[in-house]
């Protein structure tokens, strides 16, 4: 009989399959990152608990272009500084991703906040342009020229922060008690440019970052870089506290209320 491929995976092929995914080679990335300083107010309404505000409302937009073997990838993030158990790190409200692949381990793992959508980095000689897109609205781009050389920072860690949950089969809540993540990740650096540019953010219903205007623009950079990623599950949180923030993971806000169709077993 030929063989199944939707049949059940032998105990060998799944180990094989977990023994090739951690000795994957280095992958690195070309980015641009774009900080900037917004309203305090914007910050505080957009981080669910137990989540807090840093002492300073930043905003950070990273757009990259992933040497993934076999295929390229653009992959996209914007997120708000935040605080939780004296730990600092980053929020992300949207990660836009060019390819399904991608979306699949961070949502399903994680809880990252994944959506497909557009990303570009450009350039040419000096000239610099980036830009995440959804739905055909660049929401976020940076533009800008590079205007010199940087030191190269030492390896560092960096945290974000996602709530991993499982909306309800009935459409009220949740399936089970929702779950902060922290993800730690390494990160190393070959190649670090500064940008002198601004930031442009476009009206989206679908990603209303344009909700956290740039006041200041703290630092605008174009480099190399690979990291590696880990999470764990730090406390579970209030299934009512995150509920008024679910919206967030969704371009629909009616899709968290999705019941069974009427009349369903």
Not at 3 to 9: E, K, P
């Amino acid at each position: 009989m030929a063989r199944i491929r939707y049949a059940a995976r032998t105990e060998a092929e799944i180990a094989a399959a977990r023994t090739a995914s951690g000795q994957l080679p280095d992958i690195w990335s070309t980015g641009v990152v774009a900080v900037w300083e917004t309203d305090p107010d914007a910050v505080a309404a957009v981080l669910p608990p137990p989540l807090e505000p840093t002492a300073r409302p930043l905003v950070r937009a990273n757009i990259s272009k992933v040497d993934l073997p076999g295929y390229p990838l653009g992959a996209g993030s914007v997120a708000v500084a935040a605080e939780h158990g004296g730990v600092e790190g980053w929020y992300p409200l949207v990660m836009p991703m060019t390819h399904e692949r991608a979306l699949i381990g961070g949502r399903e793992v994680f809880g990252e906040p994944k959506k497909l959508g557009e990303v570009e980095v450009e350039r040419d000689g000096l000239a610099v342009r980036a830009a995440l897109a959804r739905h055909g609205i660049a929401f976020v781009e940076v533009r800008g020229a590079v205007s010199g050389p940087l030191p190269l920072p030492e390896p560092a860690q960096k945290t974000d922060f996602y709530f991993k949950f499982l909306p309800a089969v009935d459409g009220s809540g949740f399936d089970a008690d929702p779950v902060l993540v922290h993800c730690v990740r390494n990160e190393e650096v070959r190649k670090l440019e500064q940008i002198t540019g601004d930031v442009v953010l476009r009206e989206s219903m679908y990603d209303p970052i344009a909700d956290l205007p740039v006041r200041t623009v703290v630092g605008i950079t174009i480099g190399e870089k690979t990291t590696d990623q880990k999470g764990k599950v730090v406390e579970r949180v209030s299934a009512q506290a995150l509920m008024p923030y679910i919206h967030q993971r969704y371009d629909d806000p009616q899709q968290i209320v999705d019941g069974p169709p009427e009349g369903s077993a």
